[in-house]
Nanobody, 129 residues
Framework: VQLQASGGGLVQAGGSLRLSCTAPGFTLGYYHMGWFRQAPGKEREGVAC????????????YYSDSVKGRFTISRDDVKDTTYLQMNSLKPEDTAVYYC???????????????????WGKGTLVTVSS
């Protein structure tokens, strides 16, 4: 599975970006989807997670405290795309952002990077002050 994350770029503090994650030829709807980020010299950390489109937890979202209220994760099941809308960006949000899948649904809500199944290559977000 090749996940493709896109939408990164350079933005001023207070600005917005929307990241997208797709997997051509692969149905993401069955998976919990997570967004993670890794800043230079830091460990990869979870940002947001959204449940799969099957089961009782359909559409349930989870956020790290650092982005809660500013970022929104969503999915378009028709386009089979997962999004991360990032508003009120801060310089400390600067990082490479990755999307990842979680088939079992046990890792994504806990932002457990080890338990995620497949990862995209990442897209760079740079927030200038």
């Amino acid at each position: 599975v090749q996940l493709q994350a896109s939408g990164g770029g350079l933005v001023q503090a207070g600005g917005s970006l929307r990241l997208s994650c797709t997997a051509p030829g692969f149905t993401l709807g069955y998976y919990h989807m997570g967004w993670f980020r890794q800043a230079p010299g830091k460990e990869r950390e979870g940002v947001a997670c959204i449940s799969s489109n099957v089961g009782k937890t359909y559409g349930k979202t989870y956020y790290s405290d650092s982005v809660k209220g500013r970022f929104t994760i969503s999915r378009d099941d028709v386009k089979d795309t997962t999004y991360l809308q990032m508003n009120s960006l801060k310089p400390e949000d600067t990082a490479v952002y990755y999307c990842a899948t979680d088939a079992r649904g046990s890792s994504c809500p806990k932002f457990d990077t080890i338990g995620m199944d497949f990862w995209g290559k990442g897209t760079l977000v740079t927030v200038s002050s």
